[in-house]
């Protein structure tokens, strides 16, 4: 049973919903859980949002024994609550402690502590069009010990931000640099799970690439550094002449919720999408031929982010004039139709709590 234990000294909300950026601003309360072994999960309780105390020989801090999630909760047209296809999150945040050597979460509990968290501060969620309320449960390791191996104690927990455009540009097309040095993953590693390290692992790159004006970077496989990836926070497809592209899941990318809502939308729609190897060459050849119609990639975070430009050392490729291609809105429209319930959810993917 969740125990709750409500806060008396309420934060204030931000009062500008249309400047509440990303993960800025945090609510009342978080969920938390401990893990001893032995003992397994126990005490699950939500209680008001402070600091966490942590001894200085946690292993997360030494060892980086940490998974995460990212979902959000949303304040519809009719003024219910929804979540968007949440049991995902949970199976997929126990795929990521199954490799890092975390102990499962039942899942039905883990969705009954977001449901609960949820409804304790609902009133945090912010109604304004585009915005909603980001959920990021995660676990780590909090043993007091120096040594490699798997811990004996663990937190779960779960927070809650108000959000807005996860890109300060919001729907507007984003530019995307091709990143050849680096890499983020390799088949046999991290890379299919959400663990810090794999975010950590692309900083340098993202940072060189924002000092030229871009945003993000486009990953390439870590062998041959041929093969296109994803970009650092989302998944990716390519319309290109007759087929919608994006990289199969072959153990070093995500295997993102919003990538594959995405595709049973396009293939309903009688799209041609296939998930295979794309090599960057390819993709630049076929934007030279204009064959390349638009991109896009899919994420919680930003839902749909439409490229407007790639670039690949010195050159720089326009695509879809710049602009957000057909393919692209009809998704976001759909998608966040859903979400927000304007449009009818056929699939059975909204959880509506309240």
Not at 27 to 37: G, N, Q, V
Not at 57 to 68: K, T
Request: charged fraction near 20%; aromatic fraction near 10%.
């Amino acid at each position: 049973m969740i125990t709750i234990t409500r806060t008396q000294a309420p934060r204030q909300k931000p009062q500008d919903q249309s400047k509440l950026g990303f993960g800025q601003y945090f609510t009342d309360h978080m969920f938390l859980m401990d893990y001893d072994e032995g003992q397994g999960w126990h005490d699950p309780r939500i209680v008001p949002y402070a600091p966490l105390a942590m001894d200085p020989a946690a292993m997360c801090l030494h060892y980086g024994q940490e998974v995460f999630e990212g979902l959000k909760a949303y304040h519809g047209v009719d003024g219910k609550i929804r979540l968007f296809r949440p049991e995902e999150n949970l199976a997929r945040l126990n795929l990521s402690c199954e490799r890092l050597c975390i102990p499962k979460i039942d899942e039905a509990l883990g969705l009954e502590a977001i449901e609960a968290l949820v409804q304790a501060d609902r009133d945090w969620i912010p109604t304004a069009e585009g915005t909603s309320l980001y959920i990021r449960p995660y676990v780590f390791a909090n043993e007091p010990h120096i040594g490699v191996r798997p811990a004996k104690k663990l937190i779960f927990a779960v927070i809650l931000s108000p959000v807005g455009a996860y890109y300060p540009t919001g729907l507007d097309p984003v530019k995307i640099y091709i990143e050849r040095g680096y890499v983020r993953a390799v088949r046999g590693g991290v890379g299919y799970t959400k663990a810090g390290a794999n975010y950590a692992s692309s900083l340098k790159a993202q940072e060189e690439a924002y000092a030229l004006g871009y945003p993000q970077v486009l990953w390439l496989d870590g062998i041959e550094r041929r093969y296109i990836e994803e970009v650092g926070t989302m998944n990716v497809f390519f319309h290109i002449g007759g087929e919608v592209v994006t990289p199969a899941l072959q153990g070093s990318i995500l295997s993102g919720i919003t990538r594959k809502s995405c595709i049973d939308l396009m293939r309903g729609w009688g799209l041609t999408v296939t998930e295979r190897p794309l090599a960057l060459d390819e993709l630049l050849a076929a934007a030279k031929a204009g064959q390349l119609k638009e991109a896009f990639g899919s994420g919680t975070a930003a839902v749909i982010s439409p490229i407007g430009e790639l670039r690949d050392g010195d050159e720089a490729i326009t695509v879809s004039g710049g602009k957000i291609g057909p393919v692209s809105q009809r998704l976001y429209d759909e998608l966040t139709g859903i979400q927000w319930g304007k449009r009818p959810d056929g699939y059975g993917w909204t959880m509506v709590i309240g």
